[in-house]
């Protein structure tokens, strides 16, 4: 017995894999409705290495507590404009080869970003108050002092 052709399933076409079903664009709008609806967590932010080369962009990498969560890291960047924080990310290459960065930690709200941002901005700060401080601050000797002759 031959089997007819096109029969049983057939795999779905590139335009009907990629269109939405309404059940899915109801579920992401629900999502991002009570995402908006959530209070931001409590946010801890440590500076974990200040980097002094003025000649490179990279200032520093921090970690912070989101709540529960752990994230570590953050990247601190200074330009001309000022300080800015880059999300953690992880290589990948296209199809290109062309190697592109995806954030594997990002805030979903516009509060989010920018509650994490300002913590990690102004523990920033502070590390380099504390850095400037102890670079002024004067050495002393641990060792016994001695007279020098008059």
């Not at 924080?85 to 290589?91: D, E, H, L």
């Not at 994490?116 to 108050?129: G, P, R, S, T, W």
Request: glycine letters at 6%; proline letters at 6%; zero cysteines.
């Amino acid at each position: 017995m031959a089997s007819k052709k096109g029969s049983g399933n057939a795999a779905p076409t590139q335009n009907e894999q990629k269109k939405p079903t309404d059940q899915a664009e109801k579920k992401n709008e629900a999502v991002q409705n009570e995402t908006e609806q959530q209070p931001i967590p409590n946010i801890t932010v440590k500076i974990d290495k200040l980097f002094d080369d003025d000649t490179k962009k990279l200032k520093a990498f921090a970690s912070a507590n989101v709540g529960p969560f752990a994230v570590h890291g953050i990247r601190i960047f200074e330009n001309d404009k000022g300080a800015f924080v880059s999300m953690p990310t992880i290589p990948r290459k296209d199809s290109q080869g062309n190697t592109q960065y995806d954030e594997v930690f990002h805030p979903v709200t516009k509060e989010a970003r920018e509650a994490l941002v300002k913590n990690v901005i102004d523990e920033y700060n502070h590390a380099l108050e504390q850095a400037q401080t102890a670079s002024q601050a004067p050495v002393q000797s641990g060792g016994s002092q001695t007279m020098t002759q008059m």
